[in-house]
């Protein structure tokens, strides 16, 4: 398989060490201290106690790149206005593109089924026109990811979750199933990481939102995420939060409460420290509208009373807006 993976930081990395050691042809975009070091040396992928080394081809732009068979866009939700002009020369006929963002993205209206609720009018849908201007809809797959990943240094990159438990979630925005998103599942399991079928993209999206809009904002608001657990005040805001956010999930149709287990998920967070939490202290930018205030919409375009997110974040966004790091649309 014939892969490029767009945005080579520590989600993208880690997808290129593994399938490029599993014999794929991968190449990867990157920028700055990034793409210098991957040309110099490669890709390292920590894990395990190990070092795991992969010589991947590493570009600025895509035009020297050529038609990909798959190509998987990991950045950051805030930087895929800046992606577009990149696919063009990296799409064919019958090339896919996996979407790995967190939060409410912008396939989210492409195929909803049309017994759900319509979404809210968010900022991140209007991509949808420029990216469907050179993808047909089924070229498009969405993926959800659960693994913890971080970039040490330059072409370093450490992967903090267990072995065994990195999971990439792949679906088509209309949730069907086709031959090329059942190989690519298989090429992921082949490479050591999990891609189990799943029969709702959304769904997916919902469940890690959930825990994503509530815990992210909360720990900038309070920046000790350690508090969600041995605070019990910070932890019943938590609690209030997530209740709020499944019941937003479930008004657009994607009940994804049952099993939840809160007490567990919010032990777990001690040693935690979210993503946005990450980004507001390294001062990049935040991405704010799509993970705290899209659902707050989806809240509103369903009459949902939803007071502990729309105060903590509020603060949030505030806290980001201060520091440059978010700008309302």
């Known amino acids: 398989m014939k892969c490029c993976v767009v945005g080579a930081g520590a989600i993208g990395g880690h997808l290129a060490v593994k ?52 190509v998987f866009v990991t950045t950051k939700a805030t930087a895929l206005a800046s992606v577009v002009p990149l696919l ?43 990216f ?23 072409g370093v990159i450490r992967n903090n979750s267990p072995v065994g438990t990195n999971v990439v979630e792949l679906g088509a925005p209309d949730d069907g199933d086709s031959a ?28 890690k939102l959930v825990l994503n809009a509530s815990s992210s904002s909360l720990c900038v608001a309070v920046e000790n995420p350690a508090a969600i ?13 997530l209740h709020e956010c499944l019941a937003i999930a479930a008004a657009h149709g994607y009940d994804v409460g049952p099993g939840f287990d809160f007490e567990r998920w919010t032990q777990r967070r001690t ?28 809240a509103r375009a369903a009459g949902l009373a939803t007071p502990t997110l729309d105060a903590v974040g509020a603060i949030a966004a505030r806290r980001a807006i201060d520091q440059g790091l978010y700008t309302p649309a």
């Open 132 to 154: 469907l201007a050179f993808l047909r809809p089924e070229q498009v797959l969405a993926g959800v990811i659960y693994s913890a990943n971080e970039v040490l240094r330059p």
């Open 271 to 298: 040693a935690h420290k979210p993503s946005m939490l990450q980004d507001f202290e390294a001062r990049r930018p935040m991405e704010i509208g799509e993970i705290v205030l899209a659902p707050l919409a989806f």
């Open 229 to 241: 657990a041995t605070d019990a005040r910070v932890q019943e805001t938590m609690l209030r939060m």
């Open 180 to 207: 090329p998103l059942r190989a690519l599942r298989s090429a992921l399991e082949a490479a050591g990481i999990a891609a189990p079928p799943i029969a709702q993209i959304r769904a997916s999206l919902w469940r």
């Open 19 to 70: 399938l490029c050691r599993a014999g794929h042809e991968v190449a990867v975009i990157a920028r700055g201290p990034q793409l210098a070091a991957i040309r110099a040396a490669g890709l390292v992928l920590e894990q395990g106690g190990q070092a795991l080394h992969a010589d991947v081809r590493a570009a600025e732009g895509s035009g020297e790149l050529g038609v990909q068979d798959v």
């Open 88 to 130: 063009p020369p990296l799409v064919g006929s019958a090339t896919r593109v996996v979407f790995i963002q967190n939060g409410i993205t912008w396939w989210y209206p492409l195929g909803l089924p049309a017994a759900h609720p319509r979404p809210a009018q968010v900022p991140v849908f209007a991509l949808a026109e420029r």
